[in-house]
T-cell receptor, first 116, second 115 residues
Framework: AQKVTQAQTEISVVEKEDVTLDCVYE???????LFWYKQPPSGELVFLIR??????QNEISGRYSWNFQKSTSSFNFTITASQVVDSAVYFC?????????????FGKGTMLLVSP | DAGVIQSPRHEVTEMGQEVTLRCKPI?????LFWYRQTMMRGLELLIY????????DSGMPEDRFSAKMPNASFSTLKIQPSEPRDSAVYFC?????????????FGPGTRLLVL
């Protein structure tokens, strides 16, 4: 069975600090996909990134970066120079790709509070 | 391009009433998912469709819940009769394919309050 653990329930930082959100996953499949979603206070779920299990290259998009390490089954998300607008709940999710029908397993989410 | 559209955005009803939530997936997407989000249980997958056919409804909590997808551009989630414990945010999402390969895009959600 697949499982996603986001051990950090809530993180508080001051603007301009760097912050890393942890995500640890479990799966028996060798082919899988990992995702991050953002849920701002307005409530919608916004897709941020998708990575497949064969691509361990780190990815950077502006102030966002993701570190995927298969050896530790982790897919961590770092926000550099955080801003108040980054305040949101962030969800990590996993999907196994081998089966024809596969669904997303979400972590419980990490609430990030960025204060001015 | 329009994203996933859900209506209503907010719904307040009384216990025992029927509630119908609506979803229009992204054009060209052939998978549609219904989720429920609560503080206690987080995000739960209720049911999903492929080409308008329900594939897995094992997440539907009770017989009071039903979902349909009469065509590729419309789906409903119905609760009859509603109960206070059904209060939650209900999300609809769609993707081009499954097998986990494609990203699911979520609608804005319907915030349901059953009094």
């Amino acid at each position: 069975a697949q499982k996603v653990t986001q051990a950090q329930t809530e993180i508080s930082v001051v603007e301009k600090e760097d912050v890393t959100l942890d995500c640890v996953y479990e799966t028996r499949d060798t082919t899988y996909y990992l995702f991050w979603y953002k849920q701002p206070p307005s409530g919608e779920l916004v897709f941020l990134i998708r990575r497949n299990s064969f691509d361990e290259q780190n990815e950077i998009s502006g102030r966002y970066s993701w570190n995927f390490q298969k050896s530790t089954s982790s897919f961590n998300f770092t926000i550099t120079a955080s801003q108040v607008v980054d305040s949101a709940v962030y969800f990590c999710a996993l999907s196994e790709a081998r089966r024809r029908y596969s669904t997303l397993t979400f972590g419980k989410g990490t609430m990030l509070l960025v204060s001015p | 391009d329009a994203g996933v559209i859900q209506s209503p955005r907010h719904e307040v009803t009384e216990m025992g009433q029927e509630v119908t939530l609506r979803c229009k997936p992204i054009s060209g997407h052939d998978y549609l998912f219904w989720y429920r989000q609560t503080m206690m249980r987080g995000l739960e997958l209720l049911i999903y469709f492929n080409n308008n056919v329900p594939i897995d409804d094992s997440g539907m909590p009770e017989d009071r819940f039903s979902a349909k997808m009469p065509n590729a551009s419309f789906s409903t989630l119905k609760i009859q009769p509603s109960e206070p414990r059904d209060s939650a945010v209900y999300f609809c999402a769609s993707s081009q394919t499954s097998g986990g390969r494609e990203t699911q895009y979520f609608g804005p959600g319907t915030r349901l309050l059953v009094l």
